[in-house]
Structures are given as C-alpha cells and as structure tokens.
C-alpha cells in the first residue's frame, strides 16, 4: 500500500469509530506522533509500525 492508501485507511477507521489520533495510538499501542506521521505522511514510521496499526485496525472493524 502506498501512503495515500495508509492515511485513507486511518481517516476512514477514525471516522467510522469516531476516535481521534490520541485513542487510535492508545488503542493500538503506539504514540500519538506515529499515528499522526501515518495519516499525514510526513515523519519517521517503520513498515513494522504500519503493519502494527493495520493489524489492529483490521482486528477491530
């Protein structure tokens, strides 16, 4: 996936859930920064780290 698809896939599950950067990161066990460099792009994540928040956010549909 590339990150268009990441931050679509996040904004889509916020929406959906209705849970902001903060609860997403708590949720699925990482910083608010990171969640935030996924859905803006922009920042340092790890493929380990998209796939962490992917997991989750397929666990938790």
């Known amino acids: 996936m590339n990150q ?3 931050s679509n896939a996040i904004i889509d599950y ?7 950067d903060t609860d ?4 699925s066990h ?3 920064e990171k969640v935030h460099s996924m859905k803006v ?3 340092e ?8 928040l992917y997991d989750y956010m397929a ?3």
């Open 59 to 61: 666990a938790n549909h």
């Open 45 to 52: 994540f790890t493929a380990e780290e998209v796939n962490q």
């Open 4 to 6: 268009e698809d990441l």
């Open 14 to 20: 916020q929406v959906k859930h209705h849970v902001n």
């Open 24 to 27: 997403l990161a708590f949720a």
């Open 30 to 32: 990482l910083s608010v």
């Open 41 to 43: 792009g922009d920042g």
